[in-house]
């Protein structure tokens, strides 16, 4: 064996016991991650208690999709997929949340292994499909959000295997595969409405090489899909319509959009780099994970400066950013290039990939031991509040966790109904006679009605409008404050009498 033949052999040993020692470490974090989500009994986000009322009304029959205008005061603001499913589980006795943390933990699962596949069908290089599929399963926003019971993975997965079915049918065509592909479009597409990036490339793609094939598949998925989407909005009286699509359009705010940019550029700076330098250098033939990519950022910066978003917005850039950068390393010849001990300028390449690597899971390790925490303050913070929930008497809360856990009924959901409100869509009028008339035994809020006159509101901080506020000061007063992991804990008053 000549001399370069055996640096090589040993460079790859190198990279194997590398790549497996991070793939570990990548299990145990994720493995962390999933035993917190059955042991955790209190909200990962808020959002996912709201999501927990809507499966525990479909569940006992009480539907989905709500008259704006009456009580209860929220929305369903998702297509109907992950709800049914997560319903389907409640009554197998899965509780909330842990059903829907358990469907989301599946998912990223499946999304994993599809990266794998993936990869494999658009890389020459093993070294390119494990790196891969490495930094999808252990970029710590991803593993985060793989334990929240919200439909980001669910739909995530539809998308991508959506993917994978196109790209069989590119090597091999056959039309069940594109029937597959646009089945599962329809299904990630009725799981979370604006998961439409993977159909879009799809879509672009097949007119790019067929207009009359991409007009089969635009019908295959536009025609089922706004059947049923005209069908369930007609069964709602109007409700799925208000819900899944006009309650989305809130107020945008610039802050929100530099926000998450600053995120992706701190969390995800090694992967752009690397997926920048193979655009720029190895962009043909082009691939479709990369004009998946570029609609998925797109839609990432029309949405995620809406007020409400959170990191969840970044999921699908950041597995289509891992599996780019393993598709550049793979075309710029990067595994050679190291393999052979090469000084080039694409070997540098090793540190934004490690650094991303090495950042991520401390980010992950930082994450699971802030959500030990946090369920620690919340048990305690649930143990003082529950005498107070005890009975039949409503109860006004912006805390809905609490209510959650204690199996109560949600009848306004603060942060969605005071944006309605201030938008002019939603009448103020019916909960401000409720409150004038004192028929709310309890009212918690993040607020000192009474001590912190004259602050300027944050917008997403779940909260009532300033009217309503106003009868809580003259006909309430404050009778408890509790701490706990949210701002300055529970202010929580009863009537005058």
Request: proline share 5%; glycine share 8%.
């Amino acid at each position: 064996m000549s001399p370069a033949g055996g640096q090589t052999e040993r460079m790859e040993r190198y990279a194997r016991r590398m790549l497996l020692t991070l793939g570990v470490a990548g299990a145990l974090a994720a493995a962390v991650h999933g035993a917190l989500l059955l042991w955790a009994r209190h909200e990962f986000t808020q959002v996912e208690s709201v999501v927990g009322f809507h499966v525990n009304n479909l569940a006992e029959g009480r539907g989905l999709y709500y008259d704006l205008n009456r009580y209860p005061y929220t929305i369903s603001p998702y297509t109907p997929c992950f709800y049914l499913a997560a319903a389907a589980l409640k009554r197998m006795g899965a509780p909330v949340p842990h059903g829907g943390r358990m469907l989301s933990f599946l998912a990223f699962l499946g999304v994993v292994a599809l990266s794998w596949r993936i990869l494999q069908l658009e890389t020459r290089s093993r070294f390119a499909v494990w790196t891969g599929t490495l930094l999808a399963a252990t970029t710590g926003n991803l593993v985060f959000w793989a334990t929240v019971g919200q439909v980001d993975f669910l739909a995530l997965l539809f998308s991508l295997a959506a993917l994978y079915e196109y790209l069989q049918y590119r090597k091999e065509p056959r039309a069940r595969r594109l029937a597959a592909a646009g089945a599962l479009v329809f299904l990630s597409v009725f799981t979370k409405q604006t998961m439409v990036s993977a159909g879009a490339t799809i879509l672009i793609l097949l007119a790019l090489e067929d207009r009359r094939r991409a007009a089969w598949f635009a019908a295959l998925v536009g025609g089922p899909g706004v059947a049923l989407a005209l069908a369930l909005n007609w069964l709602t009286s109007g409700a799925f319509f208000e819900n899944a699509v006009f309650s989305n359009l809130v107020p945008f705010s610039w802050s929100k959009l530099l926000g998450h940019a600053k995120y992706l550029l701190a969390a995800g700076g090694g992967l752009l780099v690397i997926t920048s330098v193979g655009l720029r250098f190895r962009l043909r033939p082009v691939s479709p994970l990369w004009v998946y990519l570029g609609l998925a950022m797109g839609l990432l910066a029309l949405t995620s400066p809406k007020i409400g978003s959170d990191l969840n917005y970044q999921i699908e850039p950041f597995v289509l950013l891992a599996l780019c950068a393993a598709l550049s390393l793979d075309r710029l010849g990067f595994f050679p290039a190291c393999f052979r001990g090469d000084r080039g300028p694409v070997t540098l390449l090793q540190i934004p990939l490690f650094l991303h690597l090495v950042l991520n899971l401390a980010i992950s390790g930082n994450l699971a031991i802030n959500r030990a925490i946090n369920e620690l303050l919340w048990r305690q913070e649930y143990a003082q509040l529950e005498p107070y929930l005890r009975g039949e008497h409503r109860v006004l809360s912006v805390q809905l966790d609490p209510l959650l856990r204690r199996g109560r009924q949600l009848e306004v959901e603060p942060l969605i109904y005071t944006l309605m409100v201030e938008a002019g869509r939603v009448d103020p009028e019916p909960l401000r006679r409720d409150l004038a008339a004192k028929r709310f035994d309890l009212v918690i809020l993040y607020e000192d009605l009474f001590g912190n006159r004259g602050q300027a509101p944050n917008p997403e901080l779940p909260r009532l409008p300033a009217m309503q506020l106003e009868e809580i000061r003259k006909n309430y007063r404050l009778v408890a404050h509790v701490a706990g992991p949210l701002l300055d804990g529970d202010y929580l008053y009863q009537p005058v009498r």
